[in-house]
């Protein structure tokens, strides 16, 4: 299933809009290319909340014993 047919309006236009300084919005393209991992991290980062996104799906995956992906394809 595609990122943008099952995530919710208000994350995805935090997302697409929410971009660096100078740069387009991402496309919906753009969004279903990307990992959950790389989404979960740009919307974190733009809410500055740097560098604690693996702690952060740690802690989930731990509280509600589920599986989600470690890693992403890198940065925004």
Not at 7 to 25: C, E, Q, R, W
Not at 42 to 65: A, C, K, M, Q, S
């Amino acid at each position: 299933m595609k990122n943008t047919d099952r995530i919710a309006d208000y994350i995805l236009d935090d997302i697409k809009s929410n971009v660096p300084f100078g740069t387009n919005n991402f496309t919906d393209e753009e969004i279903n290319e990307k990992s959950n991992y790389d989404l979960l991290n740009h919307w974190l980062n733009w809410n500055g909340i740097i560098g604690y996104t693996g702690t952060i799906l740690g802690v989930i995956r731990e509280i509600y014993d589920t599986e989600l992906e470690d890693k992403g394809e890198g940065e925004y």
